[in-house]
């Protein structure tokens, strides 16, 4: 009974999550072996008139990134708001917006109420290589500032405790074989020599 | 639960494409467990830095010191820099300035996951300032996920560790494994469940269904 209910979870929550594991494993090959060049603009607009939030220049943080968020729609712009920096010298604001298949930039000038936005459209691969790295461990207190990327965030965090339970019932399915028990073991012991091996190496 | 005995006379008959496609399945699933683990907890910590433990993953012992060393040798900028690492005793990854050297300056930083150096070299005085940080035992653990010595949107980023290449290697192994043993689960369930293929259409689709969603909805 066991492990019947067994296989069949292990089936079908691996058919389920088996999209993002694809996901995740072709957009590897990208973020090791790709190269794109981040500063060639496929357009770069101008937009005048821009309803500037009081004070945006003394913001910081969270309150800068919910400010700017809300002149996202005159701009014609949609994503997560990576950071944003003030230039005091300049009185420019500055912040890039980031989705898949799009990465933006927002330069606006404060006294002008004028931005330009300088938009990259990306590759699919460089897409799918977002989504791998969204939400990430960097501006921890901004991010998950656009609806999607949270929700991203529970499908990524799904991935992982499925594969977890994947491999943990795969053990035990493998396991329940007795003829495939003594190479399973092999491949298993070979797995942990070349990763505890490597691990070694690197740190040592 | 499977008797040993099919098992055996199953061993015996001659191992068809289905045979070899559940084996190729149990054993890159078997080899590559400890990889797995390691991406998938990597991957947790990565996605909640508010996590105590992510938090503690940020915590870095920082040293620094000042030494005499020869003027850099060699042809290029790594070559410069592997020398300097050879004269103060440094190992890992190199990571050269984007922007051109200041004249009369050679700086550099050189990565582990266990530590990173930021070397600055003075020519003129022929000094070199390092500041060195010995990254925590779950920085460390952490890294591993982004070790690959190469930034897709820094074209200037090259692997120049030999070690790094190997871990490379091992996370495009890893991708391939896991790419082989998703499609092979595909024919897994096509072949065990054809009579009964509702459920799994249903399920597959599903999965295929939120990823389009998020890439339907995300996309410009």
């Known amino acids: ?204 | 639960m499977p008797s040993s005995a099919n098992a055996s006379t199953g061993a015996k008959r001659r191992p068809n494409l289905e045979t070899w496609n559940r084996k190729i399945h149990y054993y890159l699933g078997l080899f590559f467990l400890f990889f797995l683990w390691l991406f998938s907890l990597t991957g947790l910590l990565l996605n909640h830095g508010q996590w105590r433990l992510a938090a503690a993953a940020n915590a870095r012992t920082e040293t620094r010191f000042e030494r005499g060393i020869e003027p850099p040798a060699g042809e290029d900028d790594l070559a410069r820099a592997r020398d300097v690492m050879r004269q103060l005793g440094l190992t890992g990854e190199i990571e050269l300035p984007a922007a051109a050297q200041a004249q009369g300056r050679f700086d550099f930083s050189v990565n582990r996951p266990k530590d990173a150096s930021q070397v600055k070299v003075d020519l003129s005085t022929k000094r070199a300032s390092v500041q060195h940080f010995q990254n925590s035992g779950w920085a460390v653990f952490r890294i591993f996920h982004t070790f690959s010595g190469s930034r897709f949107n820094a074209p200037g980023s090259h692997r120049d560790w030999i070690l790094t290449s190997a871990w490379t290697l091992a996370m495009d192994a890893l991708s391939a494994g896991l790419v082989v043993i998703v499609l092979g689960s595909y024919y897994m369930w096509f072949r065990f469940k054809r009579k009964n293929l509702a459920l799994g259409i249903a399920v597959l689709a599903a999965g295929y269904a939120c990823c389009a969603l998020f890439l339907q909805f995300m996309w410009p």
């Open chain 1, 1 to 204: 009974m066991l492990y019947r209910w067994t296989r069949e979870l292990h089936l079908y929550f691996g058919l389920f999550v088996s999209p993002f594991l694809l996901l995740f494993g072709v957009s590897v090959f990208f973020l090791n072996h790709a190269k794109v060049a981040v500063d060639r603009w496929t357009s770069v607009d101008t937009v005048r008139d821009v309803r500037v939030p009081a004070g945006l220049e003394l913001l910081r943080g969270r309150e800068a990134v919910d400010r700017a968020k809300e002149m996202l729609p005159q701009l014609d712009v949609t994503g997560e708001i990576g950071f944003t920096r003030v230039v005091t010298a300049t009185r420019h604001f500055v912040f890039p917006v980031s989705r898949p298949g799009m990465e933006t930039t927002v330069d606006l000038d404060l006294d002008a109420r004028s931005a330009v936005v300088s938009r990259r459209a990306t590759s699919v691969l460089e897409a799918f290589a977002y989504l791998h790295k969204m939400p990430g461990p960097h501006n921890v207190a901004l991010r998950g500032n656009w609806v999607w990327t949270q929700g991203w965030r529970w499908f990524a965090d799904a991935t992982v405790y499925l594969t977890m339970f994947l491999t943990l019932s795969g053990i035990y399915l493998w396991y329940a074989i007795k003829a495939e028990r003594r190479i399973g073991l092999a491949m298993a012991a070979a797995g942990a020599v070349t990763f505890f091996g490597l691990i070694y190496a690197v740190i040592s």
